[in-house]
């Protein structure tokens, strides 16, 4: 029971000697301090934002080309014609030349080479 009541004195010490050190961390030294604000001068109207550049474009953005679903369709049939050839080719003559080399389809990002 004395080791309890020693443990729970000793808890009880260090939460008063933290709230006095909070306090006088968060108080402030300045005795002159109002709470009232200064006058700011006024902001600027917001302007629509431009990229590094204070002038006014001069002509209207260009729409975005429209290009036909069946030309679309058309390249993404053939690089997946392009990327199954690669494959069979690959599962007929396994090889880490072939696994790690370029296709011949334009939408293949380019890669970096491995070292092996």
Same mark, same amino acid.
């Given at each position: 029971?004395?080791?309890? %009541?020693?443990? %729970?004195?000793?808890?009880?010490?260090?939460?008063?000697?933290?709230?006095?050190?909070?306090?006088?961390?968060? #108080?402030?030294?300045?005795?002159?301090?109002?709470?009232?604000?200064?006058?700011?001068? %006024?902001?600027?109207?917001?302007?629509?934002?431009? /990229? /590094?550049?204070? #002038?006014?474009?001069?002509?209207?953005?260009?729409?975005?080309?429209?290009?036909?679903?069946?030309?679309l369709?058309?390249?993404?049939?053939?690089?997946?014609?392009?990327?199954?050839?690669?494959?069979?080719? /690959?599962?007929?003559?396994?090889?880490q030349? #072939?696994l790690?080399?370029?296709?011949?389809?334009?939408?293949?990002?380019? #890669?970096?080479?491995?070292?092996?």
């Amino acid at each position: 029971m004395d080791m309890l %009541l020693m443990g %729970l004195c000793i808890v009880v010490f260090g939460v008063v000697v933290a709230a006095l050190a909070f306090g006088a961390a968060t #108080r402030s030294s300045d005795s002159s301090y109002s709470a009232v604000q200064p006058d700011l001068p %006024l902001a600027k109207a917001a302007t629509p934002a431009r /990229f /590094f550049s204070d #002038r006014v474009p001069l002509s209207a953005p260009v729409p975005p080309l429209q290009v036909p679903i069946e030309v679309l369709l058309l390249q993404i049939e053939n690089h997946v014609r392009l990327e199954q050839a690669a494959a069979e080719s /690959f599962l007929a003559f396994p090889s880490q030349a #072939r696994l790690h080399s370029k296709t011949t389809s334009p939408f293949v990002n380019e #890669r970096v080479p491995h070292d092996a």
